[in-house]
Each structure stands twice: as C-alpha cells, then as structure tokens.
C-alpha cells in the first residue's frame, strides 16, 4: 500500500498472493528433520498455506480482529475472511509474492477497479451490483460496447464445504475423477462471464478465508464510466 500510495485500507480492491507448496519430498525431509506439518498431504497443506495467508491480509488490512488471524482460526474459523485476499500455492515459489491493487489518490489514470464478495456460487447480484459500481448496466448482461472497457476480471470460488448450494445438494466434492476446484471454476467463471460479456476471466479456486464460505470475490479493472443506478 505504501509504494502505492494507497492511504486506507479501504481503497484496497484486490490483494493477489502466491505463496509455497510442497511435494511429498518437501514433507517426508521436513519429518527427518524433526519438523511436522499439518497434513502429509501436498494438496490439503496447500488448502492450509491458501487459508492462513488470506487470513494475513485480512488481519493486514483490518477485517477481523488481531486475536482472530491465529492458527486455530485457519480452515475452522470461516467467518474470519478477507474481502479482496486471492491466493494460490505452488511450488515454483519458496516465498509469500504480493501484489495489491487499488486506487490511490494520486492516480489519474483512465482505469479504476472495484470488488464485491460474493456469497455463494449463484450470486449473480453481486456480479451485477459491481458492474454498475463501475458504471456498467447489466440487464442482464453487460453490453458489448461496454463490455470492451472491461480490462481484468478476478474471481475467486469454491465449492461449498456442507455439500449443498441454497439447500440443494452439489455433488462436486464426491467427484472421484475430477477435483472440485476444476468444477467449480468452470461454473462461476461462465456466470460470471455471462453477465459481463466477457470471457476473459482470471478463476481460480482454493478460496478458504477469502470472502464468505461457499462464496468467493470478484474484482474488476475497467475504464472509468458514469455510475448507473
């Protein structure tokens, strides 16, 4: 925020962080060692890596209290969770990479950028609210010509964690052949799309702690337009 000039927290739209994941090599040579983990499963530990860094931003940024951003909070606590925190895991990074975006009071550019959470998989009026908060009129969908002043779109998803959406049963996490992640990018993400006439889109999956469970975020970089109502 400070070398972007960005004063309030509330001014940050979108925090992108990419943090380390581990192999089975990586944590079978962590237990030779006299370390432990919290899983010995590469892909749950990523899950926890993605949890406790968006947990991070929310404490960074004052979402939740400080007594709230602990470990027993991660993966349990899903009331605690940050509005613009995105994260993803790897192996290609040994350390935390960062970058957030939001407007400054400095900057007198063409574009601008808004978020909104969104509270479940169908919530098409999340998607809808922030694209008139960008000056876009969804009705329901983004025109063509407005479209085009659509630069990015970030969303960030999960499949929730109860098995069901609005009372009805999903059955993306019984799924044996295909990870839910892979499930439900596909779903948001042409929601999303279909509302902003736009299908270049940045999905990813993996949203524990970042926006309510079961939901997500959605960010978008547009140029400035007049704000319909």
């Not at 990870?179 to 999956?205: K, M």
Request: include cysteine.
């Amino acid at each position: 925020m400070t070398s972007a000039s960005i004063e309030s927290p509330g001014d940050v739209h979108f925090v992108q962080v990419k943090g380390p994941a581990f192999t089975l090599d990586d944590i079978v040579s962590a237990g030779n060692t006299g370390l432990s983990c919290a899983t010995d499963n590469p892909g749950k530990l990523m899950g926890f890596g993605r949890a406790a860094s968006a947990l991070g931003v929310a404490k960074a940024l004052g979402e939740i209290p400080v007594d709230r951003a602990l470990e027993t909070a991660v993966l349990h606590d899903f009331d605690a969770y940050s509005s613009v925190a995105s994260v993803s895991a790897g192996v290609e990074v040994r350390v935390n990479e960062i970058i957030v975006a939001g407007l400054s009071r400095e900057w007198s550019g063409s574009l601008t950028i808004a978020h909104r959470s969104m509270q479940d998989a169908l919530d098409i009026g999340s998607i809808t609210d922030l694209a008139r908060d960008l000056g876009l009129s969804p009705a329901p969908q983004v025109p063509t010509a407005q479209a085009r002043r659509i630069r990015a779109a970030f969303v960030k998803c999960e499949a929730q964690r109860n098995g069901t959406i609005r009372g009805r049963r999903h059955t993306m996490l019984n799924d044996g052949d295909i990870d839910q992640q892979r499930h439900i990018r596909g779903a948001v993400g042409a929601i999303v799309a279909a509302v902003l006439n736009d299908t270049a889109l940045f999905v990813s999956g993996g949203a524990e702690h970042q926006g309510p469970d079961g939901g997500g975020l959605i960010a978008i970089i547009a140029e400035k337009g007049i704000r319909v109502e």
